[in-house]
Nanobody
Framework: QVQLVESGGGLVQAGSSLRLSCAAS????????MGWFRQAPGKEREFVAR????????YYADSVKGRFTISRDNAKNTVLLQMNNLKPEDTAVYFC????????????????WGQGTQVTVSS
């Protein structure tokens, strides 16, 4: 079956960096667009970034643009989220998700989800 497993979360200070990783299995990875989403305490899950199945196009939420970078390695079935200059408002559980073919920022379009990894940024 399809599995998406996130890793790399943790507790860091504001201004620090983290790199999240999502390892995919059970699917033809290079047929799937990938997205990162996050859910802060008491808030709804929101879009962070997405990347096309070939990795040639990316798109970011305004709140992370210029600080976060999404990338993928289709040979390793992995998608990454490099997060720089972290802020306390970035504190959330981060989820990766897979959507067949077309990348979109809408979480309802995604077919598969990971369990999430916690990122906590202290001020």
């Amino acid at each position: 079956q399809v599995q998406l497993v996130e890793s790399g979360g943790g507790l860091v200070q504001a201004g620090s960096s983290l790199r999240l990783s999502c390892a995919a299995s059970g699917l033809t990875f290079n047929s799937y667009a990938m997205g990162w989403f996050r859910q802060a305490p008491g808030k709804e899950r929101e879009f962070v970034a997405r990347i096309t199945k070939g990795g040639d196009s990316t798109y970011y939420a305004d709140s992370v643009k210029g600080r976060f970078t999404i990338s993928r390695d289709n040979a390793k079935n992995t998608v990454l989220l490099q997060m720089n200059n972290l802020k306390p408002e970035d504190t959330a559980v981060y989820f990766c998700a897979a959507r067949l073919w077309v990348a979109t920022p809408s979480q309802t379009d995604y077919n598969y989800w990971g369990q999430g990894t916690q990122v906590t940024v202290s001020s």
